[in-house]
T-cell receptor
């Protein structure tokens, strides 16, 4: 199976600081990577779609200046939460698509902003 | 508007009690339908991809089927370790090929 590694698994940061989350496809090249946010007992909310070497496409209502996405290579995408505030606390999950169909998920990052 | 609806929201089964989870979808063009399993505090784990009506996929106690309007995930003789949230997602045929997720079914299998 395809493996997607997300790091860190959890992070606690102070309000006003920035946090970077990494997503790597370990054994395949990802044509596209997705970033999701998930609230307790709710489904995944797509934040943005990124393709290697191009700007990310953000979903309506997602602040692109707060959630910076960089897709530097076919195996690495990063999400930076800038000037984080307590309302940004959530579970963030990345996924990487192999080819045009199947997407595989990272293990998620629990962000707590204090 | 593209939409995915899963039912029931929650399901409690006795060990060995078979059942089915439903995923109904409305999408302008279906590229694929996906089933995932998600454990608490973890990312979704890929289970199946279905592409066309009539297709079936099996893995251990799980079997996924697809029609033009819905998909079923059949669980045969479940065990407590099958307890998880099962998510269904559809992929659009055009545009960015993004996925639309349902809200999931929380399955609890009692020993």
């Amino acid at each position: 199976g395809a493996v997607v590694s997300q790091h860190p698994s959890w992070v606690i940061c102070k309000s006003g600081t920035s946090v970077k989350i990494e997503c790597r496809s370990l054994d395949f090249q990802a044509t596209t990577m997705f970033w999701y946010r998930q609230f307790p007992k709710q489904s995944l909310m797509l934040m943005a779609t990124s393709n290697e070497g191009s700007k990310a496409t953000y979903e309506q209502g997602v602040e692109k200046d707060k959630f910076l996405i960089n897709h530097a290579s076919l195996t690495l995408s990063t999400l930076t939460v800038t000037s984080a505030h307590p309302e940004d606390s959530s579970f963030y999950i990345c996924s990487a698509r192999r080819g045009h169909t199947e997407a595989f998920f990272g293990q998620g990052t629990r962000l707590t902003v204090v | 508007e593209d939409q995915v609806t899963q039912s029931p929201e929650a399901l409690r089964l006795q060990e060995g009690e078979s059942s089915s989870l439903n995923c109904s979808y409305t999408v302008s063009g279906l590229r694929g339908l996906f089933w995932y399993r998600q454990d608490p505090g973890k990312g979704p784990e890929f289970l199946f991809t279905l592409y066309s009506a009539g297709e079936e996929k099996e893995k251990e106690r799980l079997k996924a089927t697809l029609t033009k309007k819905e998909s079923f995930l059949h669980i045969t003789a479940p065990k407590p370790e099958d307890s998880a949230t099962y998510l269904c997602a559809v992929q659009e045929e055009s545009g960015t090929y993004k996925y639309i997720f349902g809200t999931g079914t929380r399955l609890k299998v009692l020993a």
